[in-house]
């Protein structure tokens, strides 16, 4: 039997694309990730245009196929 395997999907539920903070306002993005048959073990935002990584939180595990929540606040 051949496994298939299903590509990562994830979304940024917040901000709003073009949203804006002010200057000092702590940033806290929030989506959702998903993988199919598989599980979501870690979600990673960049705030630099990918030259640094920093793991998000993720929320409890669902039911098989659903989606997770992670969040991430910048320092």
Do not use: C, H
């Given at each position: 039997?051949?496994?298939?395997?299903?590509?990562?999907?994830?979304?940024?539920?917040?901000?709003?694309?073009?949203?804006?903070?002010?200057?000092?306002?702590?940033?806290?993005?929030?989506?959702?990730?998903w993988v199919g048959e598989g599980s979501i073990d870690r979600?990673?935002?960049?705030?630099?245009?990918?030259?640094?990584?920093?793991?998000?939180?993720?929320?409890?595990?669902?039911?098989?196929?659903?989606?997770?929540?992670?969040?991430?606040?910048a320092p």
């Amino acid at each position: 039997m051949r496994t298939a395997f299903w590509p990562v999907k994830s979304i940024i539920t917040s901000p709003a694309p073009n949203g804006r903070i002010k200057m000092g306002q702590a940033l806290a993005v929030r989506g959702r990730a998903w993988v199919g048959e598989g599980s979501i073990d870690r979600v990673e935002i960049s705030t630099d245009e990918g030259r640094t990584w920093e793991r998000a939180t993720l929320g409890p595990r669902g039911d098989r196929y659903a989606w997770r929540r992670f969040e991430y606040a910048a320092p």
